[in-house]
């Protein structure tokens, strides 16, 4: 048995891989390893995994309904059995409400990263490869983006749009795409005059084809790095939105907006206001933990800083 | 032969004054697009995003002669590049148009509010600074043991907590609970009318006026929010100077102080930091635009009558002038700051002056 994983370990750390397969799988295992080697990471990693359990298995999960509660006889009940995070102004379940608002902040999340990483990738590829004027003016669009603070425009964005959850998700993703946009455009000219892009040039690709096929691959880690890094703040800002009451409306169990409707009993029941703050600090702690291990494993040059 | 040589640091020197010629056009074309990028941005925002701007200023109460005469007013009729073109004049002008919410105009209101968030965002920058270098420092002095996990740790739930959370946690601790500090506001009522300010800057005013109860009160009510936004701005300055002075400990520099037998304590403080200082400066002066951002949120909490608040109250009824206002001189600020970090950088690296 030990026999077999030790080849199996010798296969995949080979100097001379066979196939692509066993090549990327090889290259898979050493990143994994030396992600795992750092403590933290592996603890970023179990928290964003929670609460992807979380938001999958909501309603199992819930001990209550987030959103019909006991008016007469259950509101702003303390912690305690039956409640374990005592009950709201409403008389629902705090942590049955949490629960289901992991999944709002998970969509936040994934679909800021979807809008987002996207443009910034083909802003910065496209770029990076073409040069000259349409970088000049690229380049220009992303720094004025840049210039602004993030959670200003998209709180203009958004009272120009409406409250609510699609148009905060919109207003973020529009705010965070600059950073990737550079992230990409720097990649790109550290490969865009290599042998290998020459080459295909060579052949006779067009220049969509080497952007989108053998350059944009290329970027790919060091922008799920940034991404990762980034979405602590993009649930600081939707969380901020939502405090703000811009964001997700009542009833829906956003996180953000749970604290501001708990504010009002701050003094007395302050747990109301107090659990979706934590939650909020576990997952972007979470998040950023899981980066920057990510960071140092996929990207060793910048480990250590 | 020798009249070359003679001729030769003439010509230079014109060469480097062209070149430094050239790099500040060049910086002013900088300045200028970002500008006009911002008021494009800004533009789109209100008149172009809402389905109905005037709707968005008015209110949709308001009887239909009005909505005509606000239309015509704001130029609504015209194509959008003639629309854009009055909006930059006004914004350009300082005007920004009226607030629903106040009556005023909202230039006015700005400059009222203005200094209240300058000044917040200025005590929080000094505490960061004040804490976050000499976190960091030692952090890099003991690499990986277990004093630069806990700063790590401290500048991670930095990045990691929502400010506006945090702060209502610290008012019910240390006001409601312990009253250690006053509450939200700026100043007690109790110096309504005693207290006369002069610049804005209601810590300088005190001084100023040798008001010293005045003084205590403004302490008492500042640092809670300004503690705040100071750990919001040391995660990040903590984590900077740490990178920075990993870079100057492993310089030659560093080996022949050692080698002179300078004490660790110099070579830490006296030559290593003095070399991190250059990009540090940079760090807090984003950091403070940072802060500029932060405070929208914090003032939110802590009743601070600053731009944040003014911003977020506008934006609850629907006053988008002032939104916007807002928005704009945030956004210029920052660009502010982020070239005379810039500058900054360029005058004190003399590496980078030659360039």
């Known amino acids: ?305 | 032969m020798s009249a070359v040589a003679r001729l030769k640091p003439a010509r230079r020197a014109n060469r480097r004054a062209y070149g430094r010629l050239k790099s500040v056009a060049g910086f002013l074309v900088v300045v200028a697009t970002t500008y006009l990028g911002l008021l494009a941005v800004t533009f789109f925002i209100g008149r172009v995003v809402p389905i109905d701007p005037v709707l968005a200023i008015v209110g949709d109460r308001a009887p239909a002669h009005v909505v005509e005469r606000v239309r015509l007013e704001m130029g609504l009729d015209l194509p959008y590049y003639q629309q854009f073109w009055l909006y930059m004049k006004g914004v350009l002008s300082g005007d920004f148009g009226t607030s629903v919410l106040t009556t005023n105009p909202v230039m006015a209101d700005i400059r009222r509010v203005f200094p209240a968030t300058m000044e917040l965002a200025t005590v929080g920058t000094i505490i960061g600074a004040l804490i976050g270098i000499p976190l960091g420092v030692l952090a890099a002095v003991k690499r990986g043991s277990f004093t630069d996990q806990v700063v790590r740790i401290i500048g991670l739930v930095g990045y990691s907590v929502p400010i506006f959370w945090l702060g209502l946690l610290a008012l019910l601790v240390f006001y409601a609970r312990l009253g250690w500090v006053s509450g939200p506001g700026r100043i007690d009522v109790v110096f309504e009318y005693t207290f006369t300010p002069v610049t804005g800057f209601f810590l300088l005013d005190a001084i100023l006026n040798r008001d010293w109860a005045a003084f205590r009160d403004i302490v008492s009510h500042i640092i809670l929010p300004a503690s705040l936004l100071g750990y919001f701005s040391l995660a990040y300055i903590s984590r900077m100077t740490r990178s920075f002075m990993l870079n100057e400990l492993g310089q030659e520099y560093i080996v022949a102080a050692r080698a002179k037998g300078l004490s660790e304590t110099r070579i830490i403080w006296g030559h290593a930091l003095r070399n991190a200082a250059v990009p540090l400066v940079t760090v807090i002066a984003l950091s403070y635009a940072g802060l500029l951002e932060g405070s929208v949120l914090t003032e939110t909490v802590f009743a601070w009558p600053g731009l944040g608040l003014y911003i977020t109250n506008s934006l609850q009824n629907a006053d988008m002038n002032a939104v916007l206002g807002g928005t704009i001189v945030i956004g210029s600020v920052f660009i502010a700051i982020n070239l005379l970090s810039d500058v900054l950088y360029r005058m004190l690296d003399p590496r980078t002056r030659s360039r």
């Open chain 1, 1 to 305: 048995m030990s026999d077999a994983a030790m080849t199996r370990r010798e296969w995949l750390l080979t100097d001379r891989p066979q196939s692509r397969l066993q090549a990327r799988l090889g290259r898979a295992y050493v990143a994994w390893r030396r992600f795992t080697a750092n403590r933290l990471a592996v603890i970023g990693l179990v928290i964003i995994l929670g609460l992807v359990f979380l938001a999958i298995f909501a309603p199992l999960l819930a001990p209550h309904s987030p959103y019909i509660g006991d008016l007469a006889k259950a509101r702003l009940l303390s912690p305690g059995p039956g409640h374990w995070l005592g009950t709201d102004d409403q008389g629902r379940d705090i942590l049955s409400r949490l629960i289901y608002g992991s999944r709002l902040t998970l969509q936040v999340v994934l679909l800021v990263a979807v809008i987002a990483a996207p443009i910034g990738l083909l802003v910065g590829t496209v770029a990076g490869y073409a040069g000259g004027w349409v970088d000049a003016v690229l380049m220009r669009i992303t720094d004025i983006f840049l210039a602004f603070p993030k959670l200003v425009l998209a709180l203009a964005f958004v009272a120009a749009l409406g409250p609510g959850i699609g148009n905060a998700i919109i207003a973020i993703a529009i705010t965070s795409w600059p950073p990737y946009a550079r992230i990409a455009r720097a990649e790109t000219l550290t490969v865009r005059n290599s042998d290998y892009i020459q080459a295909v040039q060579l052949m006779g690709a067009s220049p969509w084809r080497i952007v989108l096929r053998h350059i944009m691959p290329l970027c790919i880690s060091s922008l799920i790095v940034r991404v990762t890094l980034d979405m602590a703040g993009i649930i600081l800002t939707a969380a901020g939105l939502g405090f703000l009451g811009l964001g997700a409306q009542p009833p829906l169990p956003e996180w953000g907006a749970m604290i501001a409707s708990g504010r009002r009993f701050i003094l007395d029941q302050w747990w109301v206001a107090a659990a979706p703050g934590v939650a909020i600090l576990i997952v972007s702690l979470g998040f950023n933990l899981l980066g920057d291990g990510l960071r140092d494993a996929l990207d060793p040059r910048g480990s250590g800083q």
